[in-house]
Nanobody, 123 residues
Framework: QVQLVESGGGLVQAGGSLRLSCAAS????????IGWFRQAPGKEREGVSC????????YYADSVKGRFTISRDDANKMIYLQMSSLKPEDTAVYYC????????????????WGQGTQVTVAS
């Protein structure tokens, strides 16, 4: 069974940090592009950061560049998003995603999704 399970969300003060984790199972993660997306109330799900398999290409949304870092541990089937200098506008449900063939960090290019984890940044 192909599955992604996120953890690590929570409530944090502005300027703080969080690390999101995503455990993959049921497929060989090293052959997949991975990504983190987020969706705030009333907004579209947007790509935060994505990386192709084997770190061929890495993308960050302009809004998170210099603050967020995506990483992957293929041997242990884990995906991470380190978030620093958090802002209230980072508040959203964060999803990890994977896709065998994705070439863009947009939701329509990913077909395997986790259930999401809430991140709330208080001002």
């Amino acid at each position: 069974q192909v599955q992604l399970v996120e953890s690590g969300g929570g409530l944090v003060q502005a300027g703080g940090s969080l690390r999101l984790s995503c455990a993959a199972s049921g497929f060989n993660l090293e052959n997949y592009a991975i990504g983190w997306f987020r969706q705030a109330p009333g907004k579209e799900r947007e790509g935060v950061s994505c990386v192709s398999h084997s770190y061929g290409n890495t993308y960050y949304a302009d809004s998170v560049k210099g603050r967020f870092t995506i990483s992957r541990d293929d041997a242990n089937k884990m995906i991470y998003l380190q978030m620093s200098s958090l802002k209230p506008e980072d508040t959203a449900v964060y999803y990890c995603a994977a896709d065998r063939w994705s070439t863009q960090c947009t939701r329509h290019f990913f077909d395997t999704w986790g259930q999401g984890t809430q991140v709330t940044v208080a001002s």
